[in-house]
């Protein structure tokens, strides 16, 4: 794998997590340990051993190497965003508001905090909120096909056909070729909605 900045990798390993791509997932989060072990970037080195153990399941121990990050580092949107999303997965979605508010305060331009503080909402029937969250994310970080596939689910659960369509071609047009049958459910989506059936 060809050196890249510890910057970079993390976006990598967001993509490679959300489409779950567990293989290329290990790789990005050993290449981030070898990084920061060696420059001895004690923050970076708990984000992905917290990253580790999450793609392992193991929320509760992930949140405390996320805990480890963000004490070395509080103005790390991420960390405060994989601990929320930890505490959701450990059945604590109403505690883990708190800490996607405290990411985006210490990291204000941090898209993917946004977006999953947005899909909570969206699963939370607080659509038109989540609208507001996802349209913040995409001003950030415009080309995230995945934004745009949880900002039509919103609009479809709004019922405005039109705009989930909008939205879903969008995800489409930007997701990587590297996942045919995701593209494949949105096209059907795209479909199912035109008909009228969605």
Known sequence: ????????????????????????????????????????WAAEIFYFKAQREIIEGNDRDAI???????????????????????MIALGMAQEAISYFDQGIEREPDYANIYHNKGWLLNKWGQHREAILFFKKALELEPDRAVTYENL?????????????????QKAAQLLSPSYPKIKEQIDAKIDLLAKGTL
């Not at 405390?64 to 930890?86: E, F, M, Q, S, T």
């Not at 039509?152 to 879903?168: H, M, P, R």
């Open 64 to 86: 405390v190497y996320l805990d480890l990050a963000i004490k070395h580092n509080p103005y790390d949107g991420a960390a405060y965003n994989d601990r929320a999303l930890c």
């Open 1 to 40: 794998m060809a050196i890249v900045g510890l910057a970079a990798l993390r976006h990598l390993l967001d993509d490679a997590i959300t489409y779950e791509n567990l293989s290329a997932a290990k790789k990005f989060i050993e290449e981030g340990l070898r990084i920061a072990q060696e420059k001895q």
């Open 152 to 168: 039509a689910d919103a609009y479809v659960n709004l019922g405005s056909t039109q705009e989930a369509i909008k939205a879903f």
